[in-house]
Every structure is written in structure tokens, then in C-alpha cells.
């Protein structure tokens, strides 16, 4: 069920209203959490608080995910998975290059040493 947050203490409900006027706020008490909502679109619904009340971080939320800053965000996200991508490729890189020098080292430990059909398949 949801319920309409007229008021709260920090005044959130009507700084959200100064930014846009369609924004409303809603506690839906099934998922225990508040919800922010823009009459201004087909689906009203905009984004979840992670925060268990309404504060300062919810406006800077609600100012971050607006339209306008739709470039910046998937901006962010390419750099940031573009990283990920790099750290992971290095790792790889880091790994080979250490598994390459354990063999090399082991090969070189034993190459003096001859091992009879080595080269011999063994059929049972």
C-alpha cells in the first residue's frame, strides 16, 4: 500500500516540489520504504529511497537521476565499466605472465635431468 507523505520534518517533500511541482513522495509499506513519484509522467513512479528516512541525500538522489543528466550517468557508467574491464584484463595478464614463469622455471631446473619415454605414449 502506498501513502502519500505530505509532510515531513526536513521539509524534503516541498524541496523536491521546487524543483519540479509533479514530484510526490510515498511510503509503500509492503517493500518498507519511500518512493519518490512525478505526476509528469505516464509512470509516475522515479526511484526508490535507499535511505530508511527522508533527508538532504534523498534531493541530491532525485537531482542526480533527472533527464537532464541522462548523458552524465551513462557517462559514468561506461568509465566505470571501462575500468572494470581493464582491471580484469590485467589480472588475466598477471596470471599468464606467472603461470609462463613457473614453467619456464621448472623447465629449466630439469632439463639436465633425462626421463626415460618421456616422448613414449603409454597405451594400457
Request: proline letters at 1%; aromatic letters at 12%; one cysteine or more.
Amino acid at each position: 500500500m502506498l501513502i502519500k507523505i505530505l509532510q515531513d520534518t526536513h521539509d524534503i517533500v516541498s524541496r523536491l516540489r521546487e524543483i519540479d511541482c509533479n514530484y510526490f513522495v510515498v511510503y509503500n509499506s509492503e517493500r518498507q520504504c519511500f518512493e519518490v513519484h512525478n505526476f509528469g509522467q505516464k509512470n509516475t513512479y522515479c526511484l526508490t529511497v535507499p535511505y530508511a528516512q527522508l533527508d538532504c541525500r534523498t534531493i541530491t538522489l532525485t537531482l542526480k537521476s533527472r533527464r537532464e543528466f541522462l548523458e552524465k550517468i551513462l557517462a559514468e557508467i561506461d568509465a566505470s565499466n571501462e575500468r572494470l574491464e581493464q582491471d580484469n584484463l590485467k589480472k588475466v595478464r598477471d596470471m599468464s605472465e606467472w603461470k609462463a614463469r613457473e614453467y619456464y622455471s621448472y623447465a629449466n631446473k630439469n632439463e639436465d635431468k633425462k626421463i626415460e619415454n618421456a616422448y613414449v605414449t603409454k597405451w594400457a
